[in-house]
């Protein structure tokens, strides 16, 4: 039952982020008609009239946080740009040792900050895509690791009963290392010799993102009705650090 999971660094990229998105479950790439489509499914920014802005913020067990923000704006009538940030972690929990368990005085932080971009354009009336670019980077105490993340999106709408189907991958990259100097070893004194033994620098595993793959498809069954709006959303999810995951959700607009 504990197949595939913890085996990636950064495992907040598969949060869901926004209130709306959370009520589906975390299921939104064949919906993705607000500024939070950056976080799900980067085509879905062309569905958004205008300028959009959205901000995020979350709070997890041990006084984690989660902060998140959106911006997406048009470039003209087919193509839209969007930015996103990040920031997931926590901060002065205490340095303790086997004589100080409730620690020293000391503190450090962990924290997991993303900056990106996305473009996204609309190749027909039923067909757009999206593509982001984002900066992770993953901090720890005196250790960090640092890289470039893709994600990619489709979404298609034929045009009947308000069906939209969703395609995304998420979290393209090269694999990720920690270093600095929380792993530098001092080198001891030689008791025989009295002279100093070289540092040493520890070499961190390598891991990745965690890799997401998403389908989704969405239609209003009340497509047509004035009055009112029943959004129903199918959507699988495949992640590389956890079980496949399947989302139904419907949301219901009256006026």
């Not at 992770?136 to 009947?160: E, R």
């Not at 100097?181 to 390598?206: C, F, M, S």
């Amino acid at each position: 039952p504990f197949s595939k999971i913890g085996i990636s660094s950064g495992a907040f990229l598969t949060l869901p982020i926004g209130a709306r998105t959370a009520g589906f479950g975390g299921g939104f790439v064949a919906i993705a008609d607000d500024p939070n489509a950056i976080f799900s499914n980067p085509a879905g920014i062309t569905q958004i009239p205008g300028i959009g802005a959205s901000y995020s913020y979350s709070k997890y067990y041990g006084d984690i946080t989660h902060n998140a923000g959106a911006f997406t704006m048009p470039v003209n009538s087919d193509y839209r740009i969007g930015v996103q940030f990040q920031s997931f972690g926590t901060s002065d929990i205490p340095y303790t040792d086997l004589f100080h368990q409730e620690g020293y005085g000391a503190t450090f932080s962990a924290r997991n900050n993303v900056l990106g971009l996305v473009f996204a354009g609309q190749i027909t009336d039923q067909f757009s895509f999206g593509i982001g670019a984002k900066y992770v980077n993953l901090g720890f105490a005196t250790v960090s690791a640092n890289g470039v993340a893709f994600d990619l999106g489709t979404l298609y709408k034929p045009g009947i009963y308000g069906l939209r189907i969703g395609f995304a991958a998420q979290n393209l990259s090269s694999s990720f290392k920690y270093s600095g100097n929380g792993l530098l070893r001092n080198g001891t004194i030689d008791p025989i010799t009295g002279n100093k033994r070289p540092d040493v620098q520890l070499e961190a595993t390598e891991s990745s993102l965690p890799l997401l793959f998403r389908a989704g498809i969405s239609t209003n069954v009340l497509e047509g009705n004035a009055d009112n709006s029943l959004l129903i959303n199918l959507e699988f999810a495949n992640a590389s650090d956890k079980p496949e995951n399947l989302t139904i959700g419907g949301e219901y607009t009256w006026n």
